[in-house]
């Protein structure tokens, strides 16, 4: 089993839809849970941490089971500026880790007009 | 906000040669990342880095790597002897916090490295 699995995509939704994006993990010791955005060719960038009560950051919701080891991203009103490639990433620290990202393989969304 | 900074963006090299990538971590940050990412593959840990030495490093991370940070502010990766399949977007990336903080690493622009 993969570490960290995602959806395959593409995902291709028209602008102002909503698309949601869902990921599971296989270390339950995972401690931090994260979604980062990627556009082509261009290092990823923190879109938000996931907060076993779930959280809210404008049209983006995260949410995470810890039980399931499963997380999911809500985005609502899609912009075209969203096109990009959504990555999961699970940390875990403990014994000899610091903190090293583990990063599932994305999935790629593109929103057209 | 501040950056992770690294160089070069690209770079070209034979079979064989050394290679360094440099990266200039956010200065009050003390844990450092290598990450590659082959094209068209997931994002892959390579090395972390604290209190000047290797705190921990993937399978990926053998021989013909290794890190450094030579001074108060640069950090380097380099490989001895570069392979076909070095060829990858290498990462710099760096954290105010240990590990077990829930904060995500902020990440360089990358450097495209072509072994030809």
């Not at chain 1, 995902?11 to 869902?22: D, K, L, R």
């Not at chain 1, 599971?24 to 060719?41: K, P």
């Not at chain 2, 990858?88 to 495209?112: I, L, V």
Request: hydrophobic share 30%; aromatic share 14%; proline share 4%.
């Amino acid at each position: 089993r993969k570490e960290v699995e995602q959806d395959p995509g593409p995902f291709n939704v028209p602008e102002g839809a909503t698309v949601a994006f869902n990921c599971t993990y296989s270390n339950s010791a995972s401690q931090s849970f994260f979604w980062y955005r990627q556009d082509c060719r261009k290092e990823p960038k923190l879109l938000m941490s996931v907060y076993s009560s779930g959280n809210e950051d404008g049209r983006f919701t995260a949410q995470l089971n810890r039980a399931s080891q499963y997380i999911s991203l809500l985005i609502r009103d899609s912009k075209l500026s969203d096109s990009a490639t959504y990555l999961c990433v699970v940390k875990y620290a403990g014994g000899t880790s610091y903190g090293k990202l583990t990063f599932g393989q994305g999935t790629i969304l593109t929103v057209h007009p | 906000e501040p950056e992770v900074t690294q160089t070069p963006s690209h770079q070209v090299t034979q079979m064989g040669q050394e290679v360094i990538l440099r990266c200039v971590p956010i200065s009050n940050h003390l844990y450092f990342y290598w990450y590659r990412q082959i094209l068209g593959q997931k994002v892959e840990f390579l090395v972390s880095f604290y209190n000047n030495e290797i705190s921990e490093k993937s399978e990926i991370f053998d021989d013909q790597f290794s890190v450094e940070r030579p001074d108060g502010s640069n950090f380097t990766l380099k490989i001895r002897s570069t392979k076909l399949e070095d060829s990858a977007m290498y990462f710099c990336a760096s954290s105010e916090f240990y590990g077990g903080a829930n904060y995500g690493y902020t990440f360089g622009s990358g450097t495209r490295l072509t072994v030809v």
